[in-house]
Nanobody, 121 residues
Framework: QVQLVESGGGLVQAGGSLGLSCAASGSIFRINTMGWYRQAPGQQRELVAQITRGAVTNYQDSVKGRFTISRDNVKNMVYLQMNSLKPEDTAVYYC???????????????WGQGTQVTVSS
């Protein structure tokens, strides 16, 4: 099994910045794509940003130019730097990883428990 633990959420004023971190641990053979998703109350979970093992990134249009995703393949960590935050960025942010636990295992998606980000106006 693979466990993901997020950290770094909190309360910030509009225009401020927050950094999120996610650490993957457990029986990890290899992690491919890692990402950040978010879910606001009453809404579906949506992709915020993702990054491949080779550092190719993809962002939701609403966060382009404001958020930056990065990862450390040695430490099995993924980060999300969020700048110029807006009230509409308020949500629970979840870390995800496509991982395999051994060389014969199929890759599957693992999720963290989520961390709350609240942006006040």
């Amino acid at each position: 099994q693979v466990q993901l633990v997020e950290s770094g959420g909190g309360l910030v004023q509009a225009g401020g910045s927050l950094g999120l971190s996610c650490a993957a641990s457990g029986s990890i053979f290899r992690i491919n794509t890692m990402g950040w998703y978010r879910q606001a109350p009453g809404q579906q979970r949506e992709l915020v940003a993702q990054i491949t093992r080779g550092a190719v990134t993809n962002y939701q249009d609403s966060v382009k130019g404001r958020f930056t995703i990065s990862r450390d393949n040695v430490k099995n960590m993924v980060y999300l730097q969020m700048n110029s935050l807006k009230p509409e960025d308020t949500a629970v942010y979840y870390c995800s990883a496509d991982a395999a636990t051994n060389y014969r295992d199929s890759y599957r998606a693992y999720w963290g428990q989520g961390t709350q980000v609240t942006v006040s106006s």
